[in-house]
Nanobody, 121 residues
Framework: QVQLVESGGGLVQAGGSLRLACAAS????????MAWYRQAPGEERTIVAA???????????DYAASVKGRFTISRDNTKNTVYLRMNSLKPEDTAVYYC???????????WGQGTQVTVSS
């Protein structure tokens, strides 16, 4: 059974830090590109950051409340885990954060259940 399980969310003050983790099971983790998405109340789910299957390529969104320079995505293929280190958190980073695993051929998208991140001002 394929599972993506996020952890590490919580309540933090503005300026604080959190590290999210997503543990994968039931799949060959090193074959999948991984990403973190987030969804705030009343808004669409949007991508935050992504990392290639081998960890050599990363992407960070230019969308509002840009995370560039504040968030870092990484992965450990020996632990089947992808991370999102979030520094200098802002209230607008408040959202449910979802882990995504993507395989290209055949196309396959897998999602975790999400973890809540709340940043207080």
């Amino acid at each position: 059974q394929v599972q993506l399980v996020e952890s590490g969310g919580g309540l933090v003050q503005a300026g604080g830090s959190l590290r999210l983790a997503c543990a994968a099971s039931g799949l060959t983790f090193s074959d999948y590109d991984m990403a973190w998405y987030r969804q705030a109340p009343g808004e669409e789910r949007t991508i935050v950051a992504a990392i290639s299957y081998n960890g050599k390529t990363t992407y960070y969104t230019d969308y509002a409340a840009s995370v560039k320079g504040r968030f870092t995505i990484s992965r450990d293929n020996t632990k089947n885990t992808v991370y999102l280190r979030m520094n200098s958190l802002k209230p607008e980073d408040t959202a449910v954060y979802y882990c995504n695993a993507r395989y290209s051929d055949p196309p396959l998208d897998l999602w975790g259940q999400g973890t809540q991140v709340t940043v207080s001002s």
